[in-house]
Structures are given as structure tokens and as C-alpha cells.
């Protein structure tokens, strides 16, 4: 009998990638919503809430690993910890976590849950694994198409990131959570660092849209002096995905044109 994946936050961005990869390999999949779904081949939806505490029991029982991608502005840390519980009881065999690269390095309130969050897992008495990513592809467009209204592009002194396609996340979550349990698993990053300005004149240039000059902003505290640091970059030792941020780029104009 082929054992049964929880996955929370699988229907997001990234669990719309990696549930397609458990299940291509041959594992069942059940899925955590607060919204009812209807069943798929092989997938199951169960209701519940992290972040009330409702449902979770149920979800995790019989499961014998969990992928938690689930995550929100706020209270990742209590959802973990309610899931954490849960599991426990449960007996879960492998637990996976998906972070955020810098998350023990930048003084960010929202780092610090996830970070918060981390230790919960790792804590947790069940064999775990998590993987720190760097931002996807998906949500810095967001950012992006909103910086592309201003006048100006904003530059904020020593800022860098290293945006991944979300994809290459989720290949590289669905090995993790298909593996032996490995503790903190090495960063997973874009191929090279980009300022604000960088990110937005490649989207405005496929746009024909006519560039912007940069404002310089220094960012304040010890969050600017993290970022100045590089403190959320991983520039050694990570794995590097390969799909550049021009590239990601200009799939989603492809799409959009055709």
C-alpha cells in the first residue's frame, strides 16, 4: 500500500508544482484546504486551519510525511506548531519545510517567524528536513509590476536578491520530501543577484515601456546593515537553479502576447 504525502498550502503557487511531482511518483497526496475541493486522481483535499488549530488532526492521521508549504503574512509559527503537535500525536515519519534563505541572518519581525517557525520543526522530536529559498520568480513579479507604475526605481543601498523559479523549488522539494530525512538542507537560489533597478528594467524594456532613473534610499537599522551585508543572499554552497530572471521574464510576455 503506497503511503499518503499531507501537504499543506498545496494548492498555492508552489504546491500547484510539487503535488504534480508526488504524485508522478506514484505517491498519494492529501491536501490540506481551508475550503472544501473535490477529489483528483490521486489527490484528496481534507478542510482545516493551521493557524485555529481545526481540522489539523485529522489531517495528519495516517499520513507518514508531511510537506509544509502553508505560510502567511503572520502566524507561521503558530501554525507550525499546531501542525507540529498534530503530527507528533500522529507518529508522522518525516516532516518538510520549506523557509526563506536569511531567515537566521535579517532582523525582519517576518523572518523571525519564520525562523521561529524552523525551530519548531526542528524541535518537534520527528525526523525533519528544511529547505531556505530564495524568492520566487512568481511573487517578485508582483513587486515588480507595482515598482513599474512609479516614476522612479527605487534603490535601496546594498539591497541584492536572487530570485528562483518556483519550479525548480518544488523539483527540488519533491527529492527532499521522497528522501531520507537531512536536517537543513543546503539554500536554493537564482543564478545571480539583481538590485530593484535591475529587476525592473528588464520587465519594462519586453513592455516597451521607457526606463526610469534610480533613487538611491538607504535602508535604516540593523535590517539595512543585514542587507548591505548580503546577509539574505547565499552566494556559496547553495543550489543554483538555472531559469534566469530575463528568462522567467520573458515566458510570462509570451504567454501574455499569445
Known sequence: MTSTIL?????????GHVVPLLRAAGREVRVLSRRERAPEPGITYVTGDLLKDEGVAAAVAGASTILHLAGGPKGDETATRNLVRAAARADVGHLVY?????ADRVPLAWLRMKLAAERAVADSGIPWTTLRAAQFHDLMLKTVRQLARL???PAPGGLRLQPVDSREVAARLAELTL???SGLAPDITGPKPYDLP???RPYLELGGRRR???LPIRVPGKAG???????NLTLEGAEVGKVTWEEFLA???????A
Open 7 to 15: 501537504v499543506t498550502g498545496g494548492t498555492g503557487t508552489l504546491g
Open 98 to 102: 520549506i523557509s526563506v534563505v536569511g
Open 151 to 153: 516614476p522612479f526605481l
Open 179 to 181: 528522501a531520507a530525512p
Open 198 to 200: 535591475g529587476l525592473v
Open 212 to 214: 526610469r532613473p534610480s
Open 225 to 231: 546593515r543585514a542587507y548591505r551585508a548580503g546577509a
Open 251 to 257: 515566458e510570462q510576455h509570451r504567454a501574455r502576447t
